[in-house]
């Protein structure tokens, strides 16, 4: 099976725009999650979707959201973008919502988005 | 709010050592994973474990759970340059099922 992938994997931005990032989740996978990484913060969860529905929210602003369509893929927008969102963005597909499933992450390469 | 803490944050160690990563929390997690992640690349599953005080082997790792399920631990024998990389621990949260990490422990084996 083809792993997780995230397009693009690298990313300028300045400050006040705006950026779409894209996930494709392992076949067959109908959880995908959403994480931030930064040195300073370590792995942050963003949110989760399951079958084109935010299941789960972690605590960042609402300029930050995302979707998920009906053929998995799920997509994460942030608005108005401010130098502290330049961060490595992990997408990770997990085969369901049951406890057991999701504690296995398979996780993409990334994007890395850089905000000047 | 679950924390998962691991220590030590940075671990810069010579090829053939041994060593420790440890991963604690006050509360119980019903189960806890073990993540290496490499530069440029997303987290890799290395094991899970579920049932208080189990021990796991994969080659040269060994991971523990606490009796108490509130802590684990990995340990590496004899390490190699190939295992230099980003360690996390995470476990599932009961605030909605939500994956928590660790901050991460940063090992660097040199030759």
């Known amino acids: 099976k083809a792993g997780v992938t995230q397009t693009p994997r690298y990313l300028i931005k300045t400050r006040g725009q705006q950026v779409t990032l894209s996930c494709s989740p392992i076949?067959?996978?109908?959880?995908v999650s959403w994480y931030q990484q930064t040195p300073g913060q370590g792995l942050q969860f963003l949110f989760e979707?399951?079958?084109?529905?935010?299941?789960n929210k972690g605590n960042f602003p609402g300029r930050f959201s995302g979707r998920q369509f009906s053929n998995s893929r799920s997509e994460m927008n942030v608005s108005t973008l401010e130098l502290g969102d330049s961060a490595l963005y992990l997408c990770?597909?997990?085969?369901?919502?049951?406890?057991?499933?999701?504690?296995?992450?398979?996780f993409g390469p990334g994007t890395r988005l850089l905000v000047l | 709010t679950q924390l998962l803490e691991q220590s030590p944050q940075f671990l810069s160690i010579q090829e053939g050592e041994n060593l420790t990563v440890y991963c604690n929390s006050s509360s119980v997690f019903s189960s806890l994973q073990w993540y290496r992640q490499e530069p440029g690349e997303g987290p890799v599953l290395l094991v899970t474990?579920?049932?208080?005080?189990e021990v796991k082997k994969l080659k040269r790792l060994t991971f523990q759970f606490g009796d108490a399920r509130k802590d684990s631990s990995l340990h590496i024998t004899a390490a190699q340059p190939g295992d230099t990389g980003l360690y996390l621990c995470a476990g599932v949260g009961n605030q909605g099922g939500k994956l928590i990490f660790g901050q991460g422990t940063e090992l660097s084996v040199k030759p």
């Open positions: 076949s067959g996978h109908r959880s």
């Open positions: 979707y399951f079958s084109e529905t935010q299941r």
């Open positions: 990770a597909s997990s085969p369901g919502l049951a406890v057991f499933q999701r504690r296995t992450q398979y």
């Open positions: 474990v579920v049932t208080g005080g």
